[in-house]
């Protein structure tokens, strides 16, 4: 499987946010700001939002001094076993806050052996969850989550997953054209949201952004009821800003 291989902003502060932990993880009595500036050769507005990103999630500590050292996420990862449970609940975590700045179902989704997994979300009854009343799997044609994952393949992989699942018609606004789909996925820019306007299900209205590092594709979605549609674009956009925190946590 091939990728378009066009990294996001989140991709790039999720970078640069390691490249600074990275930095601070050598320095073992702490390293002051202009220290970090120098050595990660970011410029101190860059790096003062990264650092506010990296205390927030508890990635790094400022002790007395003003130094910066690594944080409690970072001391709780022990054997691989715990490693993997303490990553998931702060994962967890960020994803909560992250569902309750937004106001919506927030979902991470993977592209996993040729098909669609929501691997993690979060929901509250304030923000309750998509009804998945057809498989995610078989409905990449229809839902945001899908059609991120889809657009970050090439054309290929694309063509692959289509001859391999039927496009049904799950709504009167659902794409069953097999050319149409292909044509808005290539004309889809990695930075702007990809929007499902109850295209899976009527009363539901989602987006999602790409989450990709390397080879491994992924995005980060949001549902939201109809009646809410009027604030799906700035939803959007605010999920976008806050995916940097999640591509973090799934790269350490």
């Not at 923000?127 to 057809?134: C, F, G, K, R």
């Not at 790409?210 to 109809?226: D, E, F, K, Q, Y």
Request: proline residues 4%; contains cysteine.
């Amino acid at each position: 499987m091939a990728l378009k291989n066009e990294p996001t902003a989140p991709y790039h502060s999720a970078q640069d946010a390691l490249r600074v932990l990275e930095t601070v993880a050598r320095h073992s009595a702490g390293v002051t700001d202009t220290d970090l500036a120098r050595q990660t050769r970011l410029g101190i507005e860059r790096l003062t939002a990264l650092l506010r990103m990296l205390r927030r999630e508890g990635y790094v500590e400022q002790i007395a001094d003003g130094a910066y050292v690594t944080g409690a996420s970072l001391s709780r990862l022990g054997s691989s076993q715990q490693r993997d449970r303490a990553l998931r609940e702060k994962l967890q975590r960020t994803l909560d806050r992250l569902r309750d700045s937004v106001g919506a179902a927030i979902y991470i989704s993977r592209y996993i052996d040729g098909e669609v997994h929501v691997t993690q979300y979060a929901d509250s009854p304030a923000a309750p969850a998509v009804n998945e009343w057809v498989d995610f799997r078989s409905s990449a044609h229809a839902s945001a989550v899908g059609k991120s994952l889809l657009g970050q393949l090439d054309h290929n992989g694309r063509r692959d997953h289509l001859a391999r699942h039927k496009m049904a018609r799950l709504t009167s606004r659902t794409i069953t054209d097999e050319r149409l789909l292909l044509s808005r996925l290539e004309a889809q820019a990695p930075t702007v949201p990809v929007l499902d306007l109850q295209e899976y299900a009527v009363g539901t209205v989602c987006a999602a952004v790409p989450i990709t590092a390397g080879s491994s594709v992924g995005c980060l979605a949001l549902s939201l009821p109809v009646e809410h549609a009027h604030r799906l674009r700035q939803a959007a956009d605010t999920l976008n800003r806050g995916a940097a925190p999640v591509l973090l946590s799934l790269a350490i």
